[in-house]
Nanobody, 123 residues
Framework: QVQVVETGGGSVQAGGSLRLSCQAS????????MAWFRQDSGKEREFVAA????????YYGDSVKGRFVISRDYEKRLVYLQMNELKPEDTAVYYC????????????????WGQGTQVTVSP
């Protein structure tokens, strides 16, 4: 089993920055592909970013490419989502996900999920 916990959510003004953190426990962090998804009220869950188990490959959703950066720290067993140039439309609950399989961009690609952390961006 893998336990996933997100932290770092909060309220910021448009144009600001925020960094989310995700900690995975239960097995070797280096064997997990990691991803971030988000879901706003009444909308479908949306892919945000992902990184392969090695951290050498990264993927981003079109709506965040160029503004968000995903990275991981193997010593601390953490994956980060650095969010820059935030917009009101970035408001959502952000979820961290992990998989023992290959990195993907769909909900069904991941078997372990965190509880989510709220990010609110004011205009």
């Amino acid at each position: 089993q893998v336990q996933v916990v997100e932290t770092g959510g909060g309220s910021v003004q448009a144009g600001g920055s925020l960094r989310l953190s995700c900690q995975a426990s239960g097995r070797s962090f280096s064997t997990l592909a990691m991803a971030w998804f988000r879901q706003d009220s009444g909308k479908e869950r949306e892919f945000v970013a992902a990184t392969s188990w090695s951290g050498q490959s990264t993927y981003y959703g079109d709506s965040v490419k160029g503004r968000f950066v995903i990275s991981r720290d193997y010593e601390k067993r953490l994956v980060y989502l650095q969010m820059n140039e935030l917009k009101p439309e970035d408001t959502a609950v952000y979820y961290c996900a992990a998989t023992l399989s290959g990195v993907g961009v769909k909900n069904y690609d991941y078997e372990y999920w965190g509880q989510g952390t709220q990010v609110t961006v004011s205009p």
